[in-house]
């Protein structure tokens, strides 16, 4: 069962204009772009058949080009990376069976998250969208109220079902939780990922809807799915040891640049 992954990647960003081009400093000192460490990320994916970066500037596909990934090229007008996954499928005229979305704001995400989800969406043939999603400890349920508290919108979270069907996702940070917790201690509160697995029947249906008020709310993509009555697979992961954090403001680089010495990532 071939695979595509596909990075979107736009200049034009709301909360942080040019982020895929942000340079992040490594373990040893080297500085890359943010695009490039995603890209990097996703080539260390077992099982990928294609890695391609979809973007709609032409500074960020130069700048791909550069350090030698494939680019498509996809339109101004796509309101997320769903719609710019299923545009760049169409202009590639990709037959792939599985798509994947690495969103490009995520170069701590381990190859292991990706292979986990394409496996779980292979083991469940009625689902069209899987997404992977990761049990928070104290320290990160504590990151998260914090950023809420200080008015950052940043990680995202998921509730589901005991299928593992999605209920929903927020920028809040749900369910709500009364106690507090140690920093290394499980907590009921799930990150979510921002990655994606689409069968394509999927991926082509999501391109042809509107989006819907709580999309538009809560600035999630996914979440048109959810309102349409598609079922959202939750696949959870296991961290391994590895901090995952994603870049969403200015406020994440030292954060993630942190995160990046600690385990070692050139």
């Not at 982020?19 to 040893?28: E, I, N």
Request: proline residues 6%.
């Amino acid at each position: 069962m071939s695979v595509l992954i596909v990075i979107p990647a736009r200049y034009a960003s709301t909360r942080y204009p040019g982020k895929p081009l942000v340079a992040l400093q490594g373990a040893t000192g080297q500085r890359k772009s943010l695009v490039q460490r995603s890209w990097e990320a996703a080539m260390q994916v077992q099982g990928a058949d294609r890695v391609v970066v979809a973007t709609d500037d032409d500074r960020i596909a130069d700048a791909a080009r550069e350090f030698g990934a494939e680019v498509v090229m996809t339109s101004t007008t796509c309101q997320n990376g769903t719609e710019r996954c299923a545009q760049a499928v169409a202009n590639l005229a990709a037959d792939a069976e599985i798509v994947v979305n690495l969103q490009g704001d995520a170069p701590l995400t381990p190859a292991w998250f990706v292979e986990d989800l394409v496996s779980g969406l292979r083991a469940a043939p009625q689902s069209g969208v899987a997404t992977p999603v990761l049990r928070t400890d104290g320290a990160t349920l504590n990151a998260l109220r914090a950023d809420r508290q200080a008015g950052r919108v940043g990680g995202t979270t998921a509730v589901f079902g005991a299928d593992h069907n999605a209920l929903y996702f927020s920028k809040e940070v749900i369910p709500f939780t009364g106690p507090s917790y140690a920093d290394g201690e499980d907590t009921p509160v799930f990150h979510h990922v921002g990655v994606y697995a689409y069968r394509p029947d999927a991926l082509a249906a999501y391109a042809a809807w509107p989006m819907g008020p709580l999309e538009r709310l809560e600035g999630l993509e996914q979440l048109r799915f959810v309102e349409r009555g598609v079922p959202v697979l939750c696949v959870e992961v296991a961290a391994r040891g590895r901090q995952f954090w994603e870049l969403n403001n200015p406020e994440d680089v030292p954060k993630i640049e942190a995160m990046m010495v600690q385990i070692g990532l050139t």
